[in-house]
T-cell receptor, first 113, second 112 residues
Framework: GGIITQTPKFLIGQEGQKLTLKCQQN?????MYWYRQDSGKGLRLIYY???????QKGDLSEGYDASREKKSSFSLTVTSAQKNEMAVFLC????????????FGAGTRLSVL | GDSVTQTEGPVTLSEGTSLTVNCSYE??????LFWYVQYPGEGPQLLFK?????EKGSNRGFEATYNKEATSFHLQKASVQESDSAVYYC???????????FGSGTKLTVEP
């Protein structure tokens, strides 16, 4: 088995601040994802990466940057935190190709003051 | 684009009663359909998936049938337990890169 580790678990930021969330996986999976989870809206895709140094935009990419320097890690940056923003950011990984299971981390909970 | 619509929650049931969570989807392709479950403080985890139309998936007493004609994938369980309390997500995947589109989630609370 493997595990996905997201850091930090909780992140409190100020309006306008640039914030970085990190994700590590030891499944040796090719594809990694960042989803945003808001109450009542489900999970929405921000970015995904099918291999090292690859980046693909999801439906919610505006306001975010991502980086995949290594196969095992995938970072997400909130470029300018919005006041009163609250959400959970979930990282996931999977084998390449359709029909494969996504394995999720426990999430980073963001609050912006 | 692709979309998934599911029963709005929250849903509260008594232990031993039956559960149905409706899920319908829209896509121009031939998707694989998934049910994920999320327990408090954890990420979503796969409950089961069904890649082909007219087939049924099941796990832990939960089941759903991929109905291509009705574009539905309703989750059912005959007798729920308190330990089934969680948020349930219906999802579809149809791209080669395994991008999943999720519904809004249905929070289930089962009372003893």
């Amino acid at each position: 088995g493997g595990i996905i580790t997201q850091t930090p678990k909780f992140l409190i930021g100020q309006e306008g601040q640039k914030l970085t969330l990190k994700c590590q996986q030891n499944f040796n999976h090719d594809t990694m994802y960042w989803y945003r989870q808001d109450s009542g809206k489900g999970l929405r895709l921000i970015y995904y990466s099918i291999t090292e140094n690859d980046l693909q935009k999801g439906d919610l990419s505006e306001g975010y940057d991502a980086s995949r320097e290594k196969k095992s890690s995938f970072s997400l940056t909130v470029t300018s935190a919005q006041k009163n923003e609250m959400a959970v950011f979930l990282c996931a990984s999977s084998l390449r190709g359709s029909q494969n299971t996504l394995y999720f981390g426990a999430g980073t909970r963001l609050s912006v003051l | 684009g692709d979309s998934v619509t599911q029963t709005e929650g929250p849903v509260t049931l008594s232990e031993g009663t039956s559960l149905t969570v409706n899920c319908s989807y829209e896509t121009k392709q031939y998707p694989t359909l998934f049910w994920y479950v999320q327990y408090p403080g954890e990420g979503p985890q796969l409950l089961f998936k069904v890649p082909k139309a007219n087939e049924k998936g099941s796990n832990r007493g939960f089941e759903a049938t991929y109905n291509k004609e009705a574009t539905s994938f309703h989750l059912q369980k005959a007798s729920v337990q308190e330990s089934d309390s969680a948020v349930y997500y219906c999802a579809l995947s149809e791209s080669n890169y395994n991008v999943l589109y999720f519904g809004s989630g249905t929070k289930l609370t089962v009372e003893p």
